[in-house]
């Protein structure tokens, strides 16, 4: 059962978001937030997460995924809005 007032969104980031350690500083930030989810590398060169948890927190994520961390350049974020999962942690793929 998914809490109340939980949401979920799935982020696709281009640009320069592999190797610069975009999945590991999103888990970082999502494990201090209590976000739940995941993040991987894609085939095309983005990144694609999902971030569930309270609005304030995914909105916060969500911040992170337009900048980046140092080494990244994002040029393109996609966010999707989905029906929360009831996921649990957050895990690199």
Avoid: Y
């Avoid at 993040?39 to 095309?44: C, G, Q």
């Amino acid at each position: 059962m998914v809490p109340s007032g939980v949401i979920r969104r799935r982020v696709i980031a281009r640009g320069r978001v592999q190797g610069v350690f975009f999945r590991d500083t999103a888990r970082r930030m999502a494990v201090s937030r209590a976000v739940s989810g995941w993040a991987r590398n894609r085939d095309d060169g983005a990144v694609e997460a999902v971030f569930e948890g309270e609005p304030a927190v995914v909105e916060t994520m969500l911040q992170f995924c337009r900048k980046g961390p140092a080494r990244a350049h994002v040029a393109e974020v996609e966010v999707i809005d989905e029906p929360p999962e009831g996921l649990e942690g957050f895990r690199i793929g």
